[in-house]
């Protein structure tokens, strides 16, 4: 999943709930609509009553045509012959991981908050439902619910998530429920949310279980595994099961620090503010030494660096470095202890030391991805082969031809804690929910900006934005904003050739013709997006709302 800057969620709180609560939505993607599709529609030739109807036709075609259960995949063909989460999916499930299940919920409570009309809480409420009927018995999500069943969901794994060469997560099924990609924090944030709304006991009891989840299955140091309850394990390519290790990747105890912080504020359970300081506390342990003093993706019980999936070396990372500091700093004004920020010089001074040398930045990006404990010396990650079955991933020192990937702004890391620093705890604190102070971290609106997650299909677009009129006029007969689907993958077609076909050269993003890892092409066919319905409906709200008199 892509590293992306914070979406804000609401005017009010911005701060505090930029803090907290971030969530990892592409800021800026855009819709690409059907050549001419606009016609003859100005941004004056727009009145609320056809963004209304708009934003309603839009909602009967997602609900009445696109939804299994209450639930979503991110694409579908036009024909639905076809459709895709992360990995191409069936037609009895659907996604947690964004631009899914959760965040049209999101989007359909903000419709509701906008309108009032009770189409857009009655298919939040089906989207809630949708979640509780997968959640797992221990109170997380997977990244996928199968409303086939267990047998189906099992082949799935057996076939498209086994062949899927870069996306190892797929390639075996745990059974269990995940924090990666934020699936288990969405689905719970979303339908606390919705239980706030009207106070339906079914959305608290679901939340309850996954607060429990969260607490049940913190280990005692105050860090999170990737997934959990610990079932049987996975070794690939001799590389032990890494999803037991204290995590970080992917935000995972960022996010859930903050679902537990909005649990205490909204529901005053007092039960989670032990778990959270532990919580807090462990960024401090696992902070390394010098002379290489930042955080990697994940960690052994012990505390030590861990490799995770096969393209994961046992490394620091500058970017997850970049975000514990800044977390650190999170948690200062948070409690206002100054341990917090007693080492965020020793990591500052490490990101400048280990910054790319200047010929290998490109579009901003100054940061490689790997970095070896002690050395501080650039770890280099290659593959070879063709599939799942006969490649492999391997890493070395050899930077040749390697380019930044991450984008790092050190001064201004450095800038925010010089502030912090001159701040008494009682200033620091001044909004801190853990104290009882500041504004809400539950916005009137949730959605205020783009959506992407890690959906190619709409992070790859470069449309520009389209104002209200533009998309009222782009919406099809049909009663759906048409995407371009760029992104597609191969249909499963058997276990890979052992070896690599005759003349195979890697392309990068996939193998061969047995790999069905999602890939990105110059054009694709039309079709409908989860992530185009809900940019395009944040947007109309937010016109709504510009314009109520």
Request: contains cysteine.
């Given at each position: 999943m892509p590293d992306l800057e914070p979406a804000q969620i609401g005017k009010q709180g911005w701060r505090i709930s930029r803090m907290l609560t971030r969530r990892t939505w592409l800021v800026g993607a855009s819709v690409a609509p059907l050549a001419g599709a606009v016609g003859a529609w100005s941004p004056l030739a727009v009145g609320r009553d056809a963004v209304a109807a708009t934003m309603r036709r839009a909602t009967a075609f997602m609900t009445d045509k696109v939804a299994t259960r209450g639930g979503y995949v991110w694409s579908y063909l036009a024909d639905f012959s076809r459709r895709w989460g992360e990995m191409e999916a069936w037609p009895g499930m659907i996604w947690t991981q964004a631009p899914g299940t959760p965040e049209m919920g999101q989007i359909f409570l903000d419709a509701y908050h906008a309108t009032g009309e009770a189409l857009y809480y009655e298919a939040a409420e089906k989207a809630g439902d949708a979640l509780i009927a997968g959640q797992h018995e221990s109170g997380g999500w997977n990244y996928i619910i199968d409303f086939d069943g267990e047998d189906s969901l099992r082949r799935w794994y057996e076939t498209i998530g086994r062949n899927g060469w870069r996306l190892e997560e797929f390639q075996h099924y745990y059974g269990n429920a995940t924090f990666d990609d934020h699936a288990t924090v969405e689905c719970g944030r979303f339908l606390l949310r919705l239980h706030l709304e009207k106070g339906e006991p079914r959305f608290r009891a679901a939340v309850d279980k996954t607060t429990g989840f969260i607490l049940d299955s913190q280990y005692p140091v105050g860090g999170w595994p990737q997934r959990w309850p610990r079932t049987g394990t996975f070794e690939n390519h001799g590389r032990p099961d890494y999803t037991g290790y204290i995590t970080l990747n992917d935000e995972v105890a960022e996010e859930n620090i903050g679902f537990l912080l909005l649990?205490?504020?909204?529901?005053?359970?007092?039960?989670?503010?032990?778990?959270?300081?532990?919580?807090?506390?462990?960024?401090?342990?696992?902070?390394?030494?010098?002379?290489?003093?930042g955080f990697a993706l994940q960690y052994t019980p012990d505390l030590q660096p861990a490799g995770a999936r096969t393209y994961e070396p046992r490394a620091l990372s500058p970017h997850t470095t970049a975000a514990a500091l800044s977390k650190m700093m999170d948690f200062y004004e948070l409690t206002g202890d100054r341990t917090f920020l007693a080492r965020i010089p020793e990591g500052l001074d490490w990101l400048r030391a280990v910054e790319a040398p200047a010929e290998a930045h490109r579009n901003g990006l100054n940061y490689f991805r790997y970095v070896e404990p002690g050395t501080n010396r650039f770890i280099a990650v290659h593959r070879r082969g063709s599939n799942a079955r006969n490649g492999e991933f391997y890493s070395d020192y050899d930077m040749t031809g390697e380019r930044a990937e991450k984008r790092i702004d050190v001064g201004r890391l450095r800038q925010r804690h010089d502030r912090l620093s001159a701040l008494s705890p009682d200033e620091a604190t001044a909004a801190s929910p853990l104290q009882g102070r500041g504004p809400s971290l539950l916005p009137q609106f949730v959605v205020t900006r783009a959506v992407g997650g890690s959906d190619l299909n709409v992070t790859a677009a470069r449309a520009r934005e389209m104002q209200a009129a533009e998309l009222v006029g782009a919406l099809n007969e049909e009663g759906y904003w048409p995407q371009e689907l760029r992104t597609t993958s191969?249909?499963?077609?058997?276990?890979?050739?052992?070896?690599?076909?005759?003349?195979f050269v890697d392309p990068g993003q996939v193998g061969d013709a047995w790999d069905t890892s999602p890939f990105t092409l110059p054009s694709g066919p039309v079709g409908i997006s989860t992530g185009a319905y809900i940019n395009n409906m944040s947007r109309l709200i937010g016109y709504l709302r510009e314009t109520e008199a």
């Open positions: 649990v205490l504020q909204q529901l005053d359970e007092e039960r989670v503010r032990e778990p959270l300081g532990r919580a807090m506390d462990c960024y401090k342990r696992l902070q390394q030494p010098q002379p290489s003093p191969h249909p499963y077609r058997g276990p890979g050739p052992a070896e690599p076909p005759p003349g």
